[in-house]
């Protein structure tokens, strides 16, 4: 197969159909590896990094950890759930680009809370609050940040207009 950017990609998949490896033309690997279940475990990217996956019981992410091929960590995110399996934390530390200093450590604080019908009704990043409205549809009629406010709009078919 050919990507957008005019490369030569070539797949590899294991005998239940999941993806093992995407390689360029220039033998550039990245490798995939699985759990049991068939989730992603293990990714190994082209330029020596490495991303590791953990679930808990019932298949939730709970923690995502990106590692440079120095062993230097990139990300290291952890993913809290309620009863309902709908996400309710998310917690950790992301190196990100930084045009005045290069490398910036930013921690990561995020929590979500839900309706009874586990609509997400709030997201508090890093102490900033966004709140969501649905009407009895589940049509989400409203999204407020601070002073601004987004609403939105449904036809007779529930349909966004």
Not at 43 to 67: C, S, V
Not at 129 to 136: A, G, H, M, P, V
């Amino acid at each position: 197969m050919t990507d957008g950017r005019g490369r030569v990609l070539s797949y590899g998949y294991d005998h239940g159909g999941r993806l093992t490896s995407v390689a360029d033309e220039a033998g550039e690997i990245v490798s995939y590896r699985h759990t049991p279940g068939g989730k992603v475990k293990e990714i190994r990217h082209r330029n020596g990094a490495r991303t590791a996956y953990e679930y808990d019981t019932e298949g939730n992410i709970i923690r995502l950890l990106t590692e440079a091929r120095d062993g230097g960590t990139i990300c290291d995110l952890q993913y809290v759930y309620d009863r309902n399996g709908n996400r309710t934390a998310k917690a950790g530390t992301m190196i990100l680009p930084d045009h005045s200093r290069g490398l910036s450590a930013q921690n990561r604080d995020i929590r979500y809370r839900y309706d009874r019908m586990d609509r997400l009704t709030a997201e508090v990043r890093d102490g900033e609050e966004t709140c969501y409205l649905y009407d009895l549809c589940g049509n989400r009629l409203e999204k407020r940040k601070g002073e601004k406010t987004e609403r939105y709009q449904y036809n007779r078919k529930n349909q966004l207009v």
